[in-house]
């Protein structure tokens, strides 16, 4: 069905008015923890490990068991190197567990900041989609098509018609002083032939220019 008055808009302000912010997604990689915690010693595991080195010092003080001072002093020295290499894997230990907790330390400041920024980037988008941000990114696409719309040449066709006659036309000229011209000529760059503008509406302080018949 015909209506009037018809309305016609370039595509990009029809593209515009549904146009949303542009939303990214959060890509910052989150911090991953210490792969691998120490464990503490099992005794039992160590001194069954520990057979193949106590076995010899235990043959060599029953071959020199007649001698009680080589025997002592022998079975002195299994116990002494395997309690060396005890203490040596607690202290391996102990040393790897205060690097972990480190580790551990350094990971979740990393995941605090990470997490941060993370709600920081949500409620940016959640800000860009609200209803006002959205209004305000359409208009500042119109705007921006406005600003390169192609302005008339200046030269105005020294013609008359039923419009300029009509009371439509003397009524906008009463409603928007100084911004209705007539005959307005527009040069596309194009097309060879000028376009006329019999009656448009111009705002030169914000480059808006309509079409209001012809």
Known sequence: MNQYPIILMPDPVIQAMDAVPFTWKFSEPKPLPPSYKPQPIDVLLFFYKSL???IPFATIGLIASRNIIISFYISVGG????????WQQQMYYLRTLNQYKQQM???KDLLAEWQKCE???KRQIAESQ????????????IKDIIIKTVPPDGRIVST???WLESKFYKNLQQ???EKI???LIIQKSQSYQPYCIEISYFDKLTNLRIDLGG
């Open 52 to 54: 193949p080195l106590i």
């Open 79 to 86: 116990i002494l190197v395997t309690a060396l290499n005890f």
């Open 105 to 107: 330390r350094d990971y």
């Open 119 to 121: 709600i920081q980037h």
């Open 130 to 141: 609200k209803p006002e941000k959205i209004k305000q990114y359409r208009y500042q696409i």
């Open 160 to 162: 008359k018609s039923q």
């Open 175 to 177: 409603l928007f002083q």
């Open 181 to 183: 011209y007539n005959n």
